[in-house]
């Protein structure tokens, strides 16, 4: 699986730069804006979409400790679907491991 940028802007205004990119990977589609400050302090926001119809792809969430900025962390949203045949119970597993390697290659590219 492969994170491809498929689109990249940038902006400065009044000393503070802006950048957003544009990737997807796997059934994702990922928007990361950067703010950086004059005083060198970054922060970032993830808007992260699925990119496909699949019943039971999880959805994925970042966090940012906006005091210092350097607490960061992706999340995988859970939940509950009661009753499922064994059929539906393999997307479900094949959901997570999809979304577990997302987040393990957002969190190796974007927070190590």
């Given at each position: 699986?492969?994170?491809?940028?498929?689109?990249?802007?940038e902006?400065?205004?009044n000393?503070?730069k802006?950048?957003?990119?544009c990737?997807?990977?796997?059934?994702?589609?990922?928007i990361k804006?950067?703010?950086?400050?004059?005083?060198?302090k970054t922060?970032?926001?993830?808007?992260i979409?699925?990119?496909?119809e699949?019943?039971f792809?999880?959805?994925?969430c970042f966090?940012?400790?906006?005091v210092?900025?350097?607490?960061?962390?992706?999340k995988i949203?859970?939940?509950?679907?009661?009753?499922?045949?064994?059929?539906?119970?393999q997307e479900?597993?094949?959901?997570?491991?999809?979304?577990l390697?997302v987040?393990?290659?957002?969190?190796?590219?974007?927070?190590?």
């Amino acid at each position: 699986m492969e994170l491809k940028l498929i689109e990249h802007n940038e902006a400065c205004e009044n000393n503070v730069k802006y950048q957003s990119d544009c990737y997807t990977i796997g059934n994702y589609k990922i928007i990361k804006d950067t703010t950086i400050y004059e005083n060198g302090k970054t922060f970032e926001q993830f808007d992260i979409n699925k990119n496909c119809e699949k019943r039971f792809i999880p959805t994925i969430c970042f966090y940012q400790n906006f005091v210092d900025g350097e607490e960061k962390e992706f999340k995988i949203q859970t939940t509950s679907y009661g009753s499922l045949s064994p059929a539906e119970i393999q997307e479900v597993i094949d959901g997570y491991q999809e979304t577990l390697e997302v987040v393990n290659i957002l969190t190796d590219k974007f927070i190590k």
